[in-house]
């Protein structure tokens, strides 16, 4: 397990000509219109220091963006890139290839102190298959290799859990990185009782693997969103037109089965929109032909009583459509809730830092992490796949 102190600081890193910095740029966005730049925010004091530190050393950003199959238009950072060169008041250079000549060349060409993005790196399948040749590619762009995408740190992607490999005495951890870490130690290594947790969102799939460990630390895990109908399903309840992930309804039903099974709260009610676009609430069972958009007031009142216990608070994904009203009345009745509410609480996830952003909802939380997926499994298990290679 790797402790806290034992990881590496941009403090501890020497100036070199170009350094890879991997971020999070992974935001929001519809039809390449950036909805939330929290995550960008997130990674400006790691860029403002490195520049200060060493200010002739070329910087080459390394990110992902959504969940590309092959090169997608849609999915190119390069409104990303726009919105760093407002945030940070300088230029931004941008490269449409992120391995090969052409990067190579234009991060040579480059000027001393040049920022320098790279396209999207799931446009390479190699990335998400965790490729050595690919991050080999990446490793011949620079000199010192920088981790400071904590919210994709729990992944095996080529650039976070291999390129580090191919820069063993060269590997630090940025400021975003260290202070997740540090404040995710600090709360959930023995998290004060009691702990809740609240998952929202729409894949049930993604988080299956989160639900299972999280069960087991917390003492209560209330579920929203639309994932909370796979579950509603499984325990036998009408869901009326509800999408449902009918390949993991099985799965769901084990959890609910399963010893720590009790330990999950779900809806009892929802606001549900019918064929004709009529917006309604429904009880179970919810008429053919609806589907549930957001969780319902006797939902809200439950979830509320069930947290007017709690001393430490985990919130990953919205409780329903927050992106359309009105559908999110739900997760705004509860951040105003726990508004009032004396306990740490932390929320997390890119759409959940939308939602909390969008709802005016920060002063509820104690803290806000960008991580969803990569902060429910450090906070299970304590590590991360790519911690090792920035440790001592
Ligand atoms: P995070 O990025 O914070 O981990 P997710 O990506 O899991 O969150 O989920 C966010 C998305 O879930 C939002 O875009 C929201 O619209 C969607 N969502 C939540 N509830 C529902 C619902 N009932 N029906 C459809 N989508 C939903
Ligand atoms: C996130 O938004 O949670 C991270 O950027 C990781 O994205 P992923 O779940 O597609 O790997
Ligand atoms: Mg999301």
């Known amino acids: 397990m790797t402790q806290l102190n034992e990881l590496k600081t941009l403090a501890k890193m020497p100036c070199e000509e170009t350094v890879l910095l991997r971020v999070d740029l992974n935001v929001p966005t519809k039809d390449g219109v950036i909805l939330d730049d929290s995550k960008i925010r997130a990674c400006l004091p790691t860029i403002e220091f490195l520049h200060a530190k060493c200010r002739d050393t070329k910087i080459v950003l390394l990110s992902h963006l959504g969940r590309p199959d092959g090169g997608d238009d849609k999915l190119s950072l390069k409104p990303v890139q726009e919105r760093l060169e407002e945030l940070l008041g300088r230029e931004v250079l941008f490269c449409k290839e992120s391995i090969g000549p052409e990067p190579k060349f234009l991060i040579h060409q480059a000027k001393p102190g040049s920022l320098i993005l790279l396209e999207n790196l799931r446009f390479y399948p190699e990335e998400k298959k965790g490729d050595f040749n690919f991050a080999k590619q990446l490793s011949e762009l620079g000199d010192v290799y920088i981790n400071d995408a904590f919210a994709v740190s729990h992944r095996n992607d080529a650039s976070v859990a291999v390129l580090p490999e191919l820069f063993p005495k060269m590997s630090f951890a940025g400021f975003l990185l260290d202070k997740e870490i540090l404040l995710l130690t600090r709360t959930f290594k023995k998290p004060e009782q009691p702990f809740i947790a609240i998952i929202g969102g729409s894949k049930l799939s993604s988080k299956l693997p989160l639900i299972e460990s999280l069960i087991e630390k917390a003492d209560t895990v209330i579920i929203g969103g639309l994932m909370a109908y796979t579950f509603l399903k499984a325990r036998g309840e009408n869901v009326g037109a509800t999408e449902v992930e009918e390949d993991f309804v099985d799965q769901a039903r084990k959890i609910l089965l399963s010893r720590d099974g009790r330990k999950i709260v779900l809806p009892v009610d929802q606001i549900v929109v019918d064929a004709d676009g009529k917006i309604f609430e429904s009880q179970f069972p919810m008429p053919e032909a609806t589907r549930a958009c957001d969780i319902g007031s006797g939902s809200v009142e439950l979830f509320k009583k069930i947290l ?10 919205p409780m329903g459509i927050f992106e359309q009203a009105p559908f999110e009345a739900g997760s705004k009745s509860l951040i105003q809730f726990l508004d009032g509410l004396k306990a740490t609480k932390i929320a997390g996830g890119g759409d959940t830092l ?7 909802g920060k002063h509820a939380f104690s803290w806000l ?4 997926g990569a902060m429910v499994e450090y906070i299970t298990k304590m590590d991360l796949p790519s911690l090792k290679w920035l440790s001592e």
């Open 369 to 372: 992490s960008t991580g969803g």
């Open 308 to 317: 007017s216990n709690s001393k430490t608070v985990l919130w990953n994904g």
């Open 354 to 360: 939308h939602m909390v952003e969008s709802l005016q």
